[in-house]
């Protein structure tokens, strides 16, 4: 079946720099992948829906310069956490569609020291 | 605009017992309507969809759902828990479209007792 792979499935970084997480769908093509952040013991929040070949779309107070996303092929989204801070840490996952179902992949828990 | 809500944060039944996760829905347009799994530090699995076809949904595991328009509802039920059901549970909601938005409720979490 469908699989959507992210990579890496956990991260450590220090304070400042810059993390940058894939979302790979692995058997077909999806032109529009979506990346949520999940706090402990709290659901999935919508961040950001990405588009193949075109800017990313935010949800309002998504700091869009703080989550660079780029979906440069039909396979394929990042999320690049810029200058990350203990704040950040969380649970990322991304999602893609195939005809009525998302796939999302097993998500990145990234923890800022 | 689409949302859910998600009766009870934490729900807990005796192994062996009926599961009954309450999700309300509230869509401007005819809705998908997903239930998903989450076990800890991992990704999403889906449970069982409705995309308009029949009301009452078989999913994986053993759970269903029914589709009802007039309650806006869409609770999952499972006849008898196992202890391999615990688990936090996401409800979902989206437009019919094939590269649309889900919106998550906030979760149940199901403990099973033995």
């Known amino acids: 079946g469908a699989v959507v792979s992210q990579h890496p499935s956990w991260v450590i970084c220090k304070s400042g720099t810059s993390v940058k997480i894939e979302c790979r769908s692995l058997?077909?093509?999806?032109?529009?992948m979506f990346w949520y952040r999940q706090f402990p013991k709290q659901s999935l929040m919508l961040m950001a829906t990405?588009?193949?070949?075109?800017?990313?779309?935010?949800e309002q107070g998504v700091e869009k310069d703080k989550f660079l996303i780029n979906h440069a092929s039909l396979t394929l989204s990042t999320l690049t956490v810029t200058s990350a801070h203990p704040e950040d840490s969380s649970f990322y996952i991304c999602s893609a569609f195939r005809d009525t179902e998302a796939f999302f992949g097993q998500g990145t828990r990234l923890t800022v020291v | 605009a689409q949302s859910v809500t998600q009766l009870g944060s934490h729900v807990s039944v005796s192994e062996g017992a009926l599961v009954l996760l309450r999700c309300n829905y509230s869509?401007?347009?005819?809705?998908?309507l997903f239930w998903y799994v989450q076990y800890p530090n991992q990704g999403l699995q889906l449970l069982l969809k409705y995309t308009s076809a029949a009301t009452l949904v078989k999913g994986i595991n053993g759970f269903e759902a029914e589709f009802k328009k007039s309650e806006t509802s869409f609770h999952l039920t499972k006849p008898s828990a196992h202890m391999s059901d615990a688990a936090e549970y996401f409800c979902?909601?989206?437009?019919?479209?094939?590269?649309?938005?889900?919106?998550f409720g906030s979760g149940t979490r199901l403990s099973i007792r033995p």
């Open positions: 990405s588009n193949e070949g075109s800017k990313a779309t935010y």
């Open positions: 058997d077909f093509q999806a032109t529009t």
């Open positions: 869509s401007s347009v005819p809705p998908y």
């Open positions: 979902a909601v989206s437009v019919r479209s094939s590269a649309s938005k889900i919106i």
